[in-house]
């Protein structure tokens, strides 16, 4: 199975910025694609980026492109999300997850990390 550990959320400001880091382990030679999701209070869980582990090949939702970027660390076995000028309505419970394929619909992710709160302040 594979383990998916999210860490670097937290609280910031308007136009503030943060990195969330996400931790892969276990089989993971399967899940070439990993995504970022978010999910806010009485919302549905939001596609947010992609990248593969192979070629390196990034995609981004219209909503945070030009803010977020996702890219990610083979050596370290790691993704992260950088994300800029921070808006209100980026504030959600973001999670990292794999997937066999490229693909943005969350049913068709594998593996979930267990979530972390990312909160941006006026």
């Known amino acids: 199975q594979v383990k998916l550990v999210e860490s670097g959320g937290g609280l910031v400001q308007v136009g503030g910025s943060l990195r969330l880091s996400c931790a892969a382990s276990?089989?993971?030679?399967?899940?070439?694609?990993m995504g970022w999701f978010r999910q806010a209070p009485g919302k549905e869980r939001e596609f947010v980026a992609r990248?593969?582990?192979?070629?390196?090949?990034?995609y981004h939702a219209d909503s945070v492109k030009g803010r977020f970027t996702i890219s990610r660390d083979n050596a370290e076995n790691t993704v992260y999300l950088q994300m800029n000028n921070l808006k209100a309505e980026d504030t959600a419970v973001y999670y990292c997850?794999?997937?066999?394929?490229?693909?943005?619909?969350?049913?068709?992710?594998?593996?979930w990390g267990q979530g972390t709160q990312v909160t941006v302040s006026s």
């Open positions: 276990g089989r993971t030679f399967s899940s070439d694609y």
């Open positions: 990248v593969s582990w192979n070629a390196g090949i990034t």
């Open positions: 997850a794999a997937a066999r394929i490229p693909t943005t619909t969350p049913t068709r992710y594998d593996y």
